[in-house]
C-alpha cells in the first residue's frame, strides 16, 4: 500500500475521500462489467463459427465424395462443383477466422482484464482504509 490514510485529518475529508474513491471503483466496475459480456459475446460468436465451420467442412467432404461418383448426370455434376466452390470459399473464411482468435487482440484484452481487475483490488483496498480511517477519528 502506497497510501497513507492518516493524511486525512478528519472525518468530512475521510467521508469526501471515500466517495471519490467509490465514485472511480464504479467506473472500473463498469468497465469489468462490459468486458465480462464482451466476452460472453466473443465465446458465443467463437463457438458459432467453429459450428459453421465444421458443417462447412462436412458440406465440402460430401460434395466431394458426390463429385467421386461414377455415374453423376452432367447436370449434377455441374451443380455440385458449383456448391463445392461455395462451401470451399465458406470453409476458408472461417478457417481464417477461427485462426485469427487470440493473438495480439486476446493478449491485450487479458492485460487490460488484469488491469481492471488490479484496480478494482486497489480501490477496495483504498476504501476499507478510508473506513477504517474515519472509524478511529473522533466525531466532531
Known amino acids: 500500500m502506497t497510501y497513507d490514510v492518516n493524511t486525512l485529518k478528519d472525518r468530512a475529508q475521510c467521508l469526501e475521500t471515500q466517495a471519490s474513491l467509490e465514485a472511480e471503483l464504479d467506473g472500473y466496475q463498469n468497465r469489468d462489467q462490459n468486458l465480462a459480456f464482451q466476452d ?6 467463437d463457438a458459432s463459427a467453429t459450428t459453421r465451420l465444421a458443417a462447412a467442412t462436412d458440406k465440402v467432404n460430401y460434395l ?10 452432367p447436370a449434377d ?7 463445392l466452390l461455395t462451401a470451399t470459399y465458406q470453409q476458408a473464411r472461417l478457417t481464417s477466422r477461427t485462426a485469427d482468435a487470440g493473438g495480439a487482440a486476446g493478449f491485450l484484452a487479458a492485460v487490460d482484464a488484469d488491469q481492471i481487475d488490479a484496480q478494482v483490488a486497489v ?17 466532531a
Open 40 to 45: 460472453r459475446r466473443n465465446d458465443r460468436s
Open 64 to 73: 466431394t465424395q458426390q463429385l467421386a461418383g461414377p455415374n453423376l448426370a
Open 77 to 83: 455434376r455441374r451443380r455440385y462443383e458449383d456448391q
Open 123 to 139: 480501490l477496495s483496498g483504498a476504501i476499507a482504509a478510508v473506513k477504517a480511517r474515519h472509524d478511529a477519528l473522533p466525531a
